[in-house]
């Protein structure tokens, strides 16, 4: 299915914008804390042409639902559609003049595997109704745009990490974001001789289930008791779990802070060119999300621990929890090894074979033609 044939004419342009891994920094970006993903090479394609009528109208190569909305307010669409309208709804909520559009949408990204297939439809979005419609709007506030549509369009609470990683990630770096002042730095990410081997466990997440939900409002009740803004504001970890008396949220705290910390250890490493090192931290964060924040799930938890068992620098799981994926740093000899034995794991427990894929660091979104 064409453009051409679903619209009757060419469109105006087409736009891509890629899918993330979150190298370390997990459950951090709400907390205003600091992030630490890079782009994807798979992502989510939009070819758009204006519409003088106003209309919305969307149709995706992975769906065989298609929507036409022409007064987008929240709650007017649901599904997939909704992720992309909602784009076109924060635009004018923040004093972006755009129209209506057609667009027709493909992604060679999975979904529902932790990798930001939703930041990534709703930044492709965003990046070709901008340029539809000569509006200029500077990244940072692009990406709280796309999250204003997943938070109050969509209804996700999610946090500004993916949407910025989609936008503002480059080529063979992270991007370190300080989630508090949005202030970004390109960390060079040299895989020579590494493989960051993604592994979708098969068992998918959604962001809406009450898991991550319930997260956030944890991490906020512990900062208010703390006297503090947020969780960031925590100096001395050992006197701030003395001061909650609740274990659930000393839990949660523990991680948090401890995780903000693993991301400035990180870049350390990175910046001194010893990717391979950054292994250990990625283990110690996913147990520290599997122990201390309890978002891991069985699948995660087996593919961590046989890919270390199969010689992987380090592995953790990726993104919000409850399901998706988990990325293992691994030497590239050592690859195939490590796919196969979490297979073996996988075949033996009679779960879905996972899928595995190669993490790239990529470019963020922009205009293909
Ligand atoms: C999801 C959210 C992000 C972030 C991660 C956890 O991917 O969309 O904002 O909170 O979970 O780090």
């Known amino acids: 299915m064409s453009f051409r044939e679903t619209y009757g004419r060419e469109p105006d342009g087409v736009w891509r914008a890629p899918g993330r891994v979150n190298l370390i920094g997990e459950h951090t970006d709400y907390n205003d804390g600091f992030v630490l993903p890079f782009a994807l090479s798979q992502g989510v394609t939009v070819a758009a042409a204006r519409r003088d009528d106003g209309v919305f109208?969307?149709?995706?190569?992975?769906?065989?639902?298609?929507?036409?909305?022409?007064?987008?307010?929240p709650g007017s669409v649901d599904g997939w559609a909704a992720y992309a309208v909602g784009v076109a709804w924060s635009l004018r909520e923040a004093g972006h003049a755009v129209g209506g559009a057609s667009l027709l949408i493909d992604a060679?990204?999975?979904q529902g595997a932790g990798l930001s297939s939703s930041a990534a439809l709703e930044c492709?979005?965003?990046?070709?109704?901008?340029?539809?419609?000569?509006?200029?709007?500077?990244?940072?506030?692009?990406?709280r745009i796309a999250q204003r549509a997943e938070n109050d369009f969509v209804g996700v609470p999610c946090g500004i990490m993916d949407q910025?990683?989609?936008?503002?990630?480059?080529d063979g770096h992270a991007l370190l974001l300080d989630c508090r002042s949005g202030l970004s730095a390109q960390v060079p990410l040299d895989l020579t001789g590494l493989t960051v081997l993604v592994i979708d466990t098969r068992a998918e997440h959604e962001l809406v289930d009450g898991g991550y939900a319930d997260r956030r409002t944890a991490c906020e009740k512990a900062a208010e008791l703390l006297g503090l803004p947020s969780l960031r504001d925590v100096?001395?970890?050992?006197?701030?779990?003395?001061?909650?008396?609740?274990?659930?949220?000393?839990?949660?705290?523990?991680?948090?802070?401890?995780?903000?910390?693993?991301?400035?250890?990180?870049?350390?490493?990175?910046?001194?060119?010893?990717v391979g090192e950054v292994g250990a931290l990625l283990t110690a964060s996913h147990l520290s999300l599997r122990d201390q924040f309890e978002v891991s799930w069985p699948e995660a938890d087996v593919a961590v621990e046989e890919a270390v068992r199969a010689g992987a620098r380090g592995a953790r799981m990726v993104g919000g929890g409850f399901g998706g994926s988990v990325i293992a740093l691994v030497s590239s000899d050592?690859?195939?090894?490590?796919?196969?034995?979490?297979?073996?794991?996988?075949?033996?427990?009679g779960w879905p074979e996972p899928h595995f894929l190669d993490a790239v660091p990529s470019a963020g979104a922009t205009r293909l033609a």
């Open 57 to 73: 109208a969307l149709r995706s190569l992975q769906s065989s639902s298609a929507a036409e909305v022409s007064d987008p307010v």
């Open 108 to 110: 060679d990204l999975p």
């Open 124 to 143: 492709a979005v965003a990046v070709a109704l901008c340029d539809l419609y000569d509006v200029t709007v500077p990244e940072p506030e692009l990406a």
């Open 164 to 170: 910025s990683a989609s936008l503002l990630c480059t």
């Open 235 to 274: 100096t001395d970890l050992g006197e701030a779990l003395s001061r909650l008396g609740d274990p659930v949220l000393r839990r949660r705290t523990r991680h948090v802070v401890t995780e903000n910390h693993r991301v400035e250890a990180a870049v350390g490493l990175l910046r001194a060119g010893a």
């Open 334 to 349: 050592r690859a195939a090894r490590v796919r196969e034995a979490v297979t073996e794991a996988y075949t033996k427990r």
